[in-house]
């Protein structure tokens, strides 16, 4: 079983930049695809960015993100990384981070295996 655990959520103005963290107990996240999704109430939960190191690191982005987020991992710390710039109001959210035994990219919600508690990400103008 895999705990994971989000941070570095808050509240940001438009244009700037947060970087949030997912670290992991419990499982290697390097064995692991880890995903970040977000969600506003009373909304589905959607994808936004995932990473597997199957082959090679590769990565998938949302297109609403492609270009201002980056997802990356930290072995060492056991950690993956969502890197968020150019923000806009609609990417508030509660933001999850997840993972999934596979070797491929799962952009699905309801496939994965582990799920974070999620971070509150609020940009305002």
């Known amino acids: 079983q895999a705990q994971l655990r989000e941070s570095g959520g808050g509240p940001v103005q438009v244009g700037g930049s947060l970087r949030l963290s997912c670290e992991a107990s419990?499982?290697?996240?390097?064995?692991?695809?880890v995903a970040w999704f977000r969600q506003l109430p009373g909304k589905e939960r959607e994808f936004v960015a995932v990473?597997?190191?199957?082959?090679?690191?590769?990565?998938l982005y949302a297109d609403s993100v492609k270009d201002r987020f980056t997802i990356s991992r930290d072995a060492a710390r056991n950690a993956v990384y969502l890197q968020m710039n150019s923000l806009k109001v609609e990417d508030t959210a509660v933001y999850y981070c997840?993972?999934?035994?596979?070797?491929?990219?799962?952009?699905?919600?309801?496939?994965?295996?582990?799920w974070g508690k999620g971070t509150l990400v609020t940009v305002s103008s």
């Open positions: 419990g499982r290697t996240l390097s064995a692991l695809a």
């Open positions: 990473t597997r190191k199957w082959m090679g690191e590769r990565t």
């Open positions: 997840a993972a999934k035994n596979s070797d491929d990219l799962p952009t699905r919600p309801d496939i994965m295996d582990y």
